[in-house]
């Protein structure tokens, strides 16, 4: 009788592609494998960890792992425990879970997030705050992973607002949204953590299609050795992705003059923050951002032209007197 052996392959299977998300800190030896501070993910689409911690001032990161090279943010967070308390962790881990790409954020409970903006100031704060723990801390009451703050905001006009985590700018939850209120009824924000979304109750938005023209010189001083794009907060101007490509519109007249229109939908945030990029759309503008608001009262709106990091006045448009003055050249010849 023949006899057939069961041959059983025991496959080797590396820790880290069992390892889940987790908290390390200054709490546990910033120890990345340590499965006692391993997040678990609640009903809300959100990760989660709560421990107890003795008074005292503590650091940490989230990690998308067990290993360092997927931890986010690039800078430790902190907070200060006056007395022993338990401590809460919120972690998105981004679109794409065990992929770093600057879309995962985390918060701890005793800094929830805060709306800061211009309106700071009418509810007893500092403009723009990130600081501020009493005028516009949100609250999650219902634990449904939506933090909510609501107040009467006067007197009526237009603001804008951003949610800030931990009470630093360390994080981006997305670009600042704009909106109105009527000093009288209560205006609401929200901030959904499972998918980094901020909404707010009176929220303005343009109402028509606008095709927007920007232009954009490079002085003397800055050369480009290929091509120029303009890119932005606005989808439309790919969310500060590779950008939109800018032709020249006149390069014989002003080869360092570079302009394109680019639409932007009803239904847009009317404020809108962009920079430039030059050589082949690589090297981004070192300034700070330019801004605008939509004017959705026209269809279309030519914006002032920049200068590549507000270097000086501008290129002449195409319509410059370098064509004048060589017609001018040309018909003192046939005089």
């Known amino acids: 009788m023949r006899l057939t052996a069961a041959i059983v392959i025991a496959l080797a299977i590396p820790a880290y592609a069992l390892a889940g ?5 200054s709490m546990q030896g910033w120890d990345p494998a340590d499965p006692a501070y391993d997040l678990t993910l609640n009903a809300s689409g959100v990760y989660e960890l709560t421990k107890s911690l003795a008074a005292g001032f503590y ?3 989230a990690v998308d792992g067990d290993a360092w090279g997927l931890d986010f943010p690039g800078t430790d967070q902190g907070f200060t425990l006056a007395a022993d308390d338990d401590v809460k962790w919120y ?9 770093k790409e600057g879309d995962e954020y985390v918060f701890h409970s005793m800094n929830p997030p805060i709306v800061a903006g211009d309106m700071q100031s009418e509810l007893g704060g500092v403009d723009w705050d990130p600081y501020d723990t009493v005028n516009s801390v949100m609250f999650n009451g219902d634990v449904d992973g939506v933090w909510e703050f609501t107040a009467i905001i006067e007197p009526a006009g237009d603001y804008q ?7 630093n700018w360390d994080q981006s939850t ?9 000093g009288v009824n209560p205006v609401t924000f929200t901030y959904d953590m499972s998918n980094n979304t901020t909404t707010v109750s009176s929220q303005v938005v343009t109402q028509q299609d606008v095709l927007v023209t920007f232009t954009m010189c490079l002085p003397d001083t800055v050369e480009s050795f290929s091509d120029v794009c303009v890119t932005g907060s606005h989808p439309s101007l790919t969310n500060w992705g590779f950008g939109i490509l800018m032709p020249q ?3 014989a007249v002003q080869p360092k003059l570079w302009s394109v229109d680019v639409l932007f939908p009803a239904g847009s945030d009317p404020f809108v923050e962009y920079k430039y990029k030059k050589d082949d ?5 070192s300034t700070w951002n330019h801004s605008f608001d939509i004017d959705d009262s ?25 064509e004048d003055s060589s017609w001018g050249t040309i018909k003192s010849i046939y005089r």
Not at 304 to 315: H, M, N, R
């Open 21 to 25: 998300p987790s908290i390390v800190g």
């Open 59 to 61: 650091e940490y990161k």
């Open 91 to 99: 972690v998105n881990l981004g679109a794409t879970v065990g992929v």
């Open 161 to 167: 607002g951003k949610i800030v985590l931990n009470n």
């Open 174 to 182: 997305g670009d600042n949204v704009s909106f109105y209120s009527d």
């Open 249 to 251: 519109p006149c390069p």
């Open 281 to 285: 759309c690589q090297t981004w503008e």
């Open 298 to 322: 026209a269809p279309t709106q030519v914006l002032p032209a920049d200068v590549w990091e507000y270097l000086g006045t501008g290129c002449p448009s195409c319509t410059s007197p370098v």
